[in-house]
């Protein structure tokens, strides 16, 4: 109903560049699409948890969480299908910016999903974000990818003769008693069932090879842990991101 | 220098463009400066902008008004065009029964007359037409008394006007409006009050709700108090007066005469069920806009005079339905109202109200969520208190609280407090542990839990209640699944297990759905049996789905044949929704949404989900258990939201078979008009046109022509399916009525001898009368429990809850069953003659009928 201050420019921001059509078949595609791009999700968060929120905007038809090429983990984004376009426009509305799982998450029409799209665009198989990302994020797998080669490439160096990477015991529970009135929210999630996982061609398969994923994904994990004093993000206060600027998603072609 | 639409946009904010100033006569003059300024050179774009600010920005109509004011001086044909476009927007309005504009282009109109465009004696011939109008609908023999709601609504605006024009109009035109008054005084007496119990959001007001005051009762009593205080009000800006010297100078003009749709013709009188029908359509219509939540003791709110709350709650509902979608403007508006007062109170109050607002809000609950977080940290040193002064208040009261409010509340907190680290002081509310499992209070803290922990997770969740270790036990299971044959030594025998391995194997091998239906029919039902085999199946297929939503559409999507083969029929269906309930039987959500998607892959139908949820062991936990409504509302739901679909796509191809008509008879008319071309030639007439075209034009017509047949085909056979799914429908809720009243008959207290209905809140309604008396020291009580500990002496501190099991089975039954009752009374009144002669038979529990009848908004008759 209100048009005077909706911000036009808000449907193209960003610009997907696989999208396989002009820029106006693209404005047109957003602006009939029923599915959304989720992003900033940690890669704890389940489908259950988004289908739980989301469900609150209308029905759901279908949620493909965005996997890493690699090690076909979640990596921090997923597309929720609605099956009418109205509630895919609530759900813009109310939840974008809005905390799921302690994460300020962003909600945007997508031009619609195809096979091939959950997976991370990155190097290293997660999103491009968390390529180049300085800061250390435990719901994103710690520091950026580049930053965590680096790390591993000093620890060769120093390595007292541990060797292997698991070893290194996480520091997190030292942090713990700092935060008292939000009673350690940081180190909780160590504690957490790990996500299901899925595989979309061969759920039949899935069960043995779990195991190896999931010891994959913790130890990747656990790694992660450096001896600096962690910067968690989910001791952010305010959780409003409508300015989230280094979604990969959000680079122009 | 701003622009003039900015200008224009931020008028009488506290903004940069004004230099952070709030003086309202400063911001009218840079205005107004700067849009002369401009105004030949934009004249069209400040007409436009000007008339949809003074639209969508509400609570600035008295600045706007002021503006046209002083164009008017320089440029009366501008004024002129502001009034009549104004005007004749009002009259589309009317027909068209667009409520809000309504209401809003009155009060603009109210605002050009204080600033001397219009004529006062034209506003006042504006509230005649409505009055006169309103009158006759009421009148038995010449209206139409369903009509009432459109009658009370134009009532509702010529008294929402008079807040921003009483003080204009009682001293330039003291005896017309003195008139007005009388005329509304006069229609307050032959109006009927409206009593829709079933809009009540606290149940146990209901004796006290039907001798209170209705919404244009209070309003009347409001505006009243406003005119014995001399029209002087805090919370409407008066800048024209600041100007009135200039303004008198105006032209002031008249408004050309408007009119109001005459009241549809009553419909048979002899049926009086078609009544209701005809009054629920006309409250469709016109919904009430606020159901005032009175949540807060009064001497939080009521230091305000009784105009100022309405004003108030109008600048707010209405920043709620402009900027619905933008998140910062929204929050900023709502605590920037201009207003010389205090209101959070006020706010947290009104937003609250719809929130809960029944039968349902104008948007969404989420949207109030998102509001009511932005609110938090807009006012983050007063705001969250309020709120949690709120639920505080709604808590203490949740037993009367209506049961689709009571889910509205649950899924609000539970979003809320996931986006504040869900911190709340649950030590608080430690003591509901003690209460019994069907105390309405440990109830919804119980499905608080659940539901922070489906948007979090199990362990987190423990974590934030660790002031309240006491409350652990109402924590959800951990929500693992329940697979039978996950060990050899299984209760369920080697049997079970061999065959759920043997499945599952040919599952991973891909076998496709017609050989593993083969396999089934073949080798296990006549060895196994049925009930095996639907075992062996359910929980084998459920277990390779359990990993995630996308896990269980997968196999659903490749086998869901095998469960449709199994289970063709109702019976078979609910054993196999009894089976998909003991998988996921430690994880709620997982049991909704399985039930879920099997629906939407037809392999359940919604017959048979509500066949399962008023089986025993679902209807023994009614009362204590949001789990088998969840399902419930979900099946119907989905249900609505088919027929729903049907109706719109049948909408846009009855939009689609006009034009192809058109274009049909427009193709012909051209080819028509060619061939009957002619030129004498030789003296005989020739066709004149050239052939091509000629054959070229008729192809188009014909073609236009197969277009349009099958548009009309499709048509037709959406047709076919809408009607199917009224059918569908029909028996959806025949079967719904049917379970409730026969689960309800057998456990509602009969009726006594003399026709007394039995009172299921008696017991209740003691301790509260016990608790009233000294509501004071119970206060103090709670408090020292909370501070000295509430496990020393929490028995003694905390109330009990008396309503006994049986008793609040039923009051819980009936709440729902008046809840569904609401939500779908269009769909429901569509039926009602089956319903009448299937259901509400006469030795129906009075009872039964009346929370039916008060959903649907129907009088109970006399019993």
């Known amino acids: 109903m209100a048009s005077l201050f909706k911000d036009p420019s808000k449907l193209s921001m960003y610009r997907d560049r696989r999208f396989p059509g002009n820029q106006e078949e693209y404005v047109q595609a957003l602006e009939t699409s029923t599915t959304l791009y989720v992003g900033n999700l940690s890669f704890y968060t389940t489908e259950e948890q988004v289908y739980e929120l989301f469900s609150r905007a209308g029905e759901i038809k279908k949620i493909i969480m965005g996997l890493d090429k690699n090690t076909k983990t979640p990596c921090g984004f997923c597309f929720v299908l609605y099956y009418s376009r109205e509630d895919a426009e609530d759900a813009v509305k109310y939840i974008s910016g809005t905390i799921l799982d302690d994460r300020s998450i962003r909600v945007d029409f997508d031009w619609g999903f195809e096979?091939?799209?959950?997976?991370?665009?990155?190097?290293?198989?997660?999103?491009?974000?968390?390529?180049?990302?300085?800061d250390y994020d435990p719901g994103r797998g710690g520091y950026g990818k580049m930053v965590q080669r680096e790390l591993e490439a000093q620890r060769q160096l120093v390595d007292y003769g541990a060797g292997s990477l698991g070893a290194f015991q996480p520091h997190m529970s030292s942090h713990y008693g700092r935060h008292g009135g939000d009673r350690g929210h940081g180190g909780l999630h160590r504690h957490r069932d790990y996500p299901r996982k899925r595989y979309r061609d061969d759920d039949e398969r899935s069960a043995p090879e779990m195991s190896r994923r999931t010891s994959d994904y913790e130890s990747?994990?656990?790694?992660d842990h450096d001896s600096r004093p962690e910067k968690n993000p989910r001791f952010r206060d305010s959780g409003d991101s409508d300015d989230d600027e280094d979604d990969d998603r959000k680079r122009r072609c | 220098m701003s622009s003039w639409r900015t200008l224009l946009l931020r008028i009488g904010d506290r903004c940069l463009e004004y230099g952070g100033t709030t003086d309202f006569k400063e911001h009218i003059e840079t205005c107004y400066s700067v849009i002369w300024r401009e105004f030949?050179?934009?004249?069209?774009?400040?007409?436009?902008?000007?008339?949809?600010?003074?639209?969508?920005?509400?609570?600035?109509?008295?600045?706007?008004?002021?503006?046209?004011?002083?164009?008017?001086?320089?440029?009366?044909?501008?004024a002129k065009r502001v009034v009549d476009t104004t005007c004749s927007s009002l009259q589309d309005s009317l027909y068209s029964e667009n409520y809000d504009r309504i209401r809003l282009l009155l009060r603009f109109l109210t605002g050009l007359m204080c600033s001397k465009v219009i004529l006062p004696g034209s506003i006042i011939e504006a509230f005649e037409t409505l009055l006169s109008s309103a009158a006759t609908t009421v009148d038995e023999d010449a209206g139409n008394p369903s009509w009432q709601p459109r009658a009370d609504f134009y009532i509702t605006c010529i008294l929402s006007c008079l807040p921003w024009g009483g003080a204009e109009l009682i001293e330039q035109v003291p005896d017309e409006f003195d008139r007005v008054m009388i005329g509304v005084q006069s229609y307050m007496s032959i109006r009927r009050r409206t009593q829709d119990i079933g809009f009540t959001v606290f149940d146990s007001d209901e004796d006290k709700f039907l001798e209170e005051k209705d919404f244009l009762e209070d309003l009347w009593d409001r505006i009243q108090v406003l005119s014995n205080n001399g029209w002087k009000i805090d919370s409407v800006p008066t800048p024209h007066l600041s100007f009135e010297a200039q303004l008198v100078a105006g032209k002031s003009l008249c408004l050309s005469s408007i009119s109001c749709p005459e009241p549809p013709e009553p419909s048979d009188r002899h049926y009086t069920a078609l009544r209701g029908k005809e009054k629920h359509q006309a409250r469709l219509k016109y919904p009430q806009r606020i159901r005032r939540l009175n949540i807060f003791s009064s001497d939080k709110t009521e230091n305000i005079?009784?105009?100022?709350?309405?004003?108030?709650?109008?600048?707010?509902?209405?920043?709620?339905?402009?900027?619905?979608?933008?998140?910062?403007?929204?929050?900023?508006?709502?605590?920037?109202?201009?207003?010389?007062?205090?209101?959070?109170?006020?706010?947290?109050?009104?937003?609250?109200?719809?929130?809960?607002?029944?039968?349902?809000?104008?948007?969404?609950?989420?949207?109030?969520?998102?509001?009511?977080?932005?609110?938090?940290?807009?006012?983050?040193?007063?705001?969250?208190?309020?709120?949690?002064?709120?639920?505080?208040?709604?808590?203490?009261?949740?037993?009367?609280?209506?049961?689709?409010?009571?889910?509205?509340?649950i899924l609000w907190f539970s979003h809320h407090l996931s986006n504040f680290q869900y911190i709340w002081p649950w030590e608080e509310w430690a003591h509901v542990k003690d209460l019994p499992k069907w105390a309405p209070q440990r109830v919804f803290v119980q499905e608080v839990l659940e539901r922070e922990v489906r948007l979090s997770y199990w362990d987190k969740i423990k974590q934030s209640i660790e002031n309240a270790p006491a409350l652990e036990e109402l924590l959800p299971p951990r929500g693992e699944p329940n697979f039978k044959y996950s060990t050899e030594d299984s209760l369920e025998g080697l049997d079970g297990y061999t065959l759920s391995k043997e499945f599952s194997g040919m599952v991973r091998a891909r076998k496709t759905a017609r050989e593993i239906t083969s396999w089934i029919?073949?080798?296990?039902?006549?060895?196994?049996?049925?009930?095996?085999?639907?075992?062996?199946?359910?929980?084998?297929?459920?277990?390779?789905?359990s990993?995630?939503?996308?896990?269980?559409?997968?196999?659903?999507?490749?086998?869901?044949?095998?469960?449709?083969?199994?289970?063709?029929?109702?019976?078979?269906?609910?054993?196999?929704?009894?089976?998909?309930?003991?998988?996921?039987?430690?994880?709620?959500?997982?049991?909704?949404?399985?039930?879920?998607?099997?629906?939407?892959?037809?392999?359940?139908?919604?017959?048979?989900?509500?066949?399962?949820?008023?089986?025993?062991?679902?209807?023994?936990?009614?009362?204590?258990?949001?789990?088998?409504?969840?399902?419930?509302?979900?099946?119907?739901?989905?249900?609505?939201?088919?027929?729903?679909?049907?109706r719109k796509e049948i909408q846009s191809l009855d939009r689609s078979v006009l034009l192809?008509?058109?274009?049909?008879?427009?193709?012909?008319?051209?080819?028509?008009?060619?061939?009957?071309?002619?030129?004498?030639?030789?003296?005989?007439?020739?066709?004149?046109?050239?052939p091509g075209r000629l054959k070229r034009l008729k192809g188009y017509s014909e073609k236009a022509k197969d277009d349009e047949t099958s548009m009309r085909e499709s048509l037709e056979a959406k047709e076919a399916l809408l009607a199917r799914a009224v059918e569908e429908n029909k028996a959806l809720f025949l079967s719904l009525y049917k379970g409730f009243r026969d689960v309800l008959m057998e456990r509602l207290p009969p009726v006594s001898a003399d026709g007394k209905l039995p009172k299921l809140r008696i017991a209740n309604v003691d301790s509260m009368a016990v608790d009233s008396e000294e509501p004071s020291t119970m206060e103090v009580d709670h408090d020292n429990g909370r501070t000295d500990n509430s496990q020393s002496n929490g028995e003694k501190v905390f109330p009990r809850y008396s309503t006994g099991e049986q008793e609040q089975w039923c009051l819980c039954t009936l709440g729902y069953v008046k809840a569904f009752s609401r939500q779908y009374a269009s769909e429901i009144w569509a039926h009602i003659e089956a319903l009448d002669s299937q259901v509400f038979a006469e030795d129906v529990h009075p009872l039964f009928r009346k929370a039916a009848y008060a959903g649907l908004c129907r009088s109970t008759p006399e019993l």
């Not at chain 2, 006020?346 to 039968?359: G, K, R």
């Not at chain 2, 007063?382 to 049961?403: Q, S």
């Not at chain 2, 073949?522 to 789905?545: A, C, K, R, Y």
Request: proline share 5%.
């Open chain 1, 220 to 223: 990747r994990r656990t790694s």
């Open chain 2, 40 to 78: 030949e050179h934009s004249k069209d774009g400040i007409f436009e902008l000007l008339l949809q600010c003074a639209e969508q920005l509400p609570h600035k109509i008295p600045l706007y008004g002021v503006l046209v004011g002083l164009i008017n001086l320089e440029n009366e044909d501008f």
């Open chain 2, 660 to 690: 192809a008509e058109e274009a049909t008879r427009k193709a012909i008319k051209e080819y028509e008009a060619a061939e009957s071309k002619l030129e004498v030639v030789d003296g005989q007439p020739v066709q004149s046109e050239k």
């Open chain 2, 305 to 409: 005079q009784p105009i100022d709350r309405f004003v108030v709650e109008e600048y707010l509902l209405d920043v709620l339905l402009f900027f619905n979608g933008c998140r910062k403007e929204c929050a900023s508006c709502m605590v920037g109202l201009p207003v010389p007062f205090r209101y959070e109170y006020l706010m947290a109050e009104t937003i609250f109200s719809q929130v809960l607002l029944l039968p349902q809000p104008p948007f969404k609950p989420i949207y109030y969520t998102l509001v009511i977080i932005d609110l938090c940290k807009a006012l983050p040193g007063a705001f969250p208190a309020v709120v949690a002064g709120a639920v505080r208040a709604l808590f203490e009261r949740i037993g009367d609280l209506d049961m689709e409010c009571r889910t509205r509340l």
């Open chain 2, 521 to 545: 029919e073949e080798n296990i039902i006549p060895v196994h049996g049925f009930d095996v085999s639907l075992e062996v199946v359910i929980q084998t297929l459920l277990d390779i789905g």
């Open chain 1, 115 to 134: 096979e091939g799209r959950q997976w991370g665009r990155g190097r290293s198989g997660g999103q491009v974000r968390d390529e180049y990302r300085t």
């Open chain 2, 547 to 646: 990993k995630s939503f996308t896990h269980l559409i997968t196999v659903l999507e490749r086998y869901g044949q095998v469960i449709a083969k199994l289970c063709p029929d109702h019976d078979k269906q609910a054993l196999l929704i009894d089976e998909v309930s003991s998988y996921w039987k430690n994880n709620t959500q997982m049991t909704a949404i399985t039930i879920d998607r099997m629906m939407s892959y037809r392999i359940i139908s919604n017959l048979s989900i509500v066949r399962w949820v008023f089986s025993l062991s679902n209807v023994n936990q009614f009362h204590i258990s949001d789990r088998p409504w969840e399902i419930l509302r979900n099946a119907i739901n989905k249900t609505y939201n088919r027929i729903t679909d049907l």
